[in-house]
């Protein structure tokens, strides 16, 4: 096997390959990230296979609202950097309706989830039909 492991970019420990909905991805052991290669998050969320109880539909529908001043406090200096090729990632909103920020690769070989925001993206573009 010649494939290069793929770090954490917060705790830089290696990454698992998992199956999520039949996609393969990249999942931190420690904090829950997730690694979705460019194409893999889009075949999630096209995917469907997860169904989600109307409580937490509701719970995730309240969350999104743009990114407040109050999560600055939260951010870290240090960006995150690429499990591919090391380069810093940037952080935006995953889309304009969806207001959840993710860091992306500046060189687009995919992005970076924290815990759970996977199930919300999936929940809200669920919504947005
Ligand atoms: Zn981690
Ligand atoms: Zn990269």
Request: glycine residues 4%; charged residues 35%; contains cysteine.
């Amino acid at each position: 096997m010649t494939t290069k492991i793929k770090m954490c970019p917060e705790d830089i420990i290696p990454l698992a390959s998992i199956d999520y909905e039949g996609v393969n991805v990249d999942r931190c052991p420690m904090c829950g990230g997730i690694w979705c290669d460019a194409n893999e998050l889009d075949k999630i969320i096209e995917s469907k296979i997860k169904k989600f109880d109307k409580e937490t539909i509701n719970n995730v529908k309240d969350l999104n609202v743009p990114s407040l001043e109050l999560n600055i406090g939260k951010l870290k200096l240090i960006a995150r950097k690429c499990p591919v090729c090391n380069e810093d990632m940037s952080k935006s909103d995953f889309s304009s309706n969806i207001k959840i920020s993710v860091d992306r690769c500046i060189k687009d070989h995919g992005l970076w989830l924290d815990e759970y925001e996977i199930e919300r993206i999936q929940i809200l573009r669920e919504l947005k039909k």
